[in-house]
């Protein structure tokens, strides 16, 4: 009995560290896409035309949301190692390369969203759109760099384990967006009616006030003080850049694998008439917001794992790691139960259509079926960053979700006559595999090698490196 206390409180004092951490990461991610919620209610109360165009520019953009986000989650795991390492005076060596990093990225998203005719074309948007789309595209194309530079602050926040400014500046930009948004896109103020333009140029200049209000809470609040942020700038050191790239890159492409796989099933939903793709998108809406919940919680995995890391704590690893994953299954079940026991409430808050409400419940309860392996790929992903392992959950993910997902799904929707539900079936299959890989990648990680810090020459070439050795502890 006495030799299981210790264990209980280990294991209670994680719970609740992960739960701190957690809560203002959930609140950040649901600010963010309540944002794309105020963009798509300004624009269809100003007309079913620019309702199309800012849908359309909208999924082009997310494209380039993920792939800056996923670049700059190099930095929350390289943070938190060093911050348990004791090693908090190197943070700063880091940051100054996030930072050029963020910002080449940034200038290289601004390019290519500012290009994107052919994806245009490839989608296959209707000539009276396709000028609108453009318009979208070339103003909101300004914010890349504010983008990328936000989350190379979020992360040095959150390797900290100082999660609630992102939640902060996350929800203050939702205030912020209702107003402007209103204005440039109705036309207020003097201000001529901008539709689709407006949008972007409100989301953009959201973008820049988030991520310079960002830098001046970094720069002023005590928190952040002996870190060596600002006492004198880096300049660009590309063997560290690299360093950063070699963790960031992986985890862009497994994002992008992801989204470009709801992507590619919306665009092939869309060839199955206006009430298939109705009920899709308000299934897919309430997945994507019950998704924010265990992507919050495994942002915070990350840091708890990266924490260990850092103090070269197997066990601490395994505890955080588990922990996450175990909580994350609680919030899935609620989640779960809510889609499977109540989808037609669910369905009926979005459209009185009988037709389309009867297809979104068995989609939702499609959803429903698939929160827990969701919950599973996803924490375990988050415990595999914290160890700065990302290649491998990288080709895991391109698997899972393009050998498996999409032809399951291709070959049940259209071989079997199931439609739409087909390719959500291809979901359930394509997340499935994947939680289960990336669960046992995490395992075998967690019982079978022990981490310590190595210094690879310089401050940010420090990493976590597994020791092929058995764990006793």
């Known amino acids: 009995m006495k030799s299981f206390r210790p ?96 910002l080449g990225m940034g200038v290289l998203l601004w390019f290519a969203v500012r290009h994107a005719a052919p994806l245009i074309d490839l989608i296959g ?6 000028d609108e789309v453009q318009r979208f ?33 996350s929800l203050g930009g939702l205030v912020l967006l209702v107003p402007l948004g209103y204005v440039l896109m109705f036309g207020k103020l003097g201000i001529p009616p901008q539709g689709a333009h407006g949008c972007g140029v409100a989301t953009a200049t959201v973008l820049w006030l988030e991520m310079l209000a960002f830098g001046f809470y970094v720069l002023r609040h005590r928190n952040y003080r002996g870190l060596g942020l600002f006492d004198h700038f880096e300049r660009p050191h590309l063997r560290r850049i690299g360093a950063l790239i070699h963790i960031g890159l992986p985890m862009a492409v497994s994002l992008l694998a992801e989204a470009g ?44 794992v990266g924490n260990a890391v850092g103090r070269g704590d197997a066990r601490g690893v395994r505890y955080a790691g588990f922990c996450g994953i175990g909580l994350t299954l609680v919030t ?61 959950p990288m080709a895991i993910t391109l698997f899972a979700y393009w050998i498996i997902g999409m032809p399951v799904g291709w070959w049940l929707a259209f071989h079997h006559g199931l439609g739409a539900r087909g390719m959500w079936m291809g979901l359930i299959a394509g997340l499935s595999v994947a939680a289960v890989m990336l669960l046992t990648r995490f395992w075998r990680s967690a019982w079978k090698q022990r981490w310590r810090v190595h210094d690879h020459g310089g401050p940010t070439g420090y990493a976590a490196t597994l020791t092929s050795v058995e764990e006793r502890a």
């Open 7 to 102: 264990e209980r409180a280990r294991l209670l004092h994680e719970v609740r560290a992960t739960v701190h951490l957690a809560l203002p990461l959930i609140a950040a991610q649901l600010a963010a896409i309540g944002s794309n919620v105020i963009d798509a209610l300004l624009a269809g109360h100003v007309s079913a035309h620019v309702l199309g165009a800012v849908a359309v520019g909208a999924s082009i953009w997310s494209l380039a949301i993920v792939s800056g986000i996923g670049m700059m989650m190099a930095v929350p795991p390289s943070v938190a190692q060093l911050d348990g390492a004791g090693r908090r005076a190197e943070v700063g060596a880091v940051f100054h390369q996030a930072l050029w990093l963020a």
């Open 125 to 130: 948007v209707t000539p009276s759109l396709r």
């Open 137 to 169: 595209l070339l103003a909101i194309s300004w914010g890349a760099p504010a983008l990328t530079c936000y989350f190379a602050l979020r992360g040095l926040s959150e390797g900290l384990s100082l999660t609630r400014p992102s939640m902060y500046f």
């Open 261 to 304: 796989l709801f992507v590619a099933t919306a665009l092939i939903i869309a060839t199955l008439g206006e009430d298939v793709i109705a009920s899709h998108q308000v299934a897919l809406n309430i997945a994507s917001l019950f998704f924010m919940i265990p992507l919050g919680l495994a942002m915070a995995i990350t840091v708890r």
């Open 332 to 392: 899935q079940l609620f989640s779960a139960g809510l889609m499977l026991t109540l989808p037609h409430y669910i369905a009926a808050l979005y459209t009185n259509d009988p037709k389309v409400i009867a297809l979104a419940m068995q989609l939702i309860m499609l959803a429903g079926l698939f929160q827990f392996s969701d919950g599973i790929q996803v924490a375990s992903n988050g415990a595999l960053r914290g160890l700065k392992d990302t290649r491998i």
